[in-house]
């Protein structure tokens, strides 16, 4: 009985043969999972970008607000106090309104 791959070459061909489709199955696997892992990031990432950005809107509402009433309390004009109160009731209309947001997003 013959065997199968009785020279040199043809067990080193059979063997790279073997390498070269492992190397090929190794890298299809690999190409899955990172398109796999790629959609769960951008999931959880588009996510978190929203409450992300509704509390940085929320933060800024917060320092307009604090920054208006600094300046209500050091202005000595009147119409210059009135500017700044209409400012700090702006602010806090944004960070009410940035509050409803992130509200309704963590209620859905």
């Known amino acids: 009985m013959k065997p199968l791959f009785s020279s ?11 390498l070269i489709l492992l190397a090929a199955l190794l890298t299809g696997i690999g190409y899955f999972r990172m398109a796999a892992m790629q959609q769960d990031l951008e999931g959880v990432v588009g996510d978190d970008i929203i409450r992300i950005r509704l509390t940085n809107a929320m933060r800024e509402a917060v320092a307009m607000q604090g920054i208006a009433l600094r300046d209500v309390v050091l202005q000595i004009d009147f119409s210059q106090k009135k500017k700044e ?7 806090r209309k944004r960070y009410q309104a940035a509050v409803t947001n992130l509200r309704n997003h963590l209620a859905a």
């Open 8 to 18: 040199v070459g043809a067990r080193l061909g059979a063997g790279f043969g073997l």
């Open 85 to 91: 109160l209409a400012l700090a009731r702006e602010s």
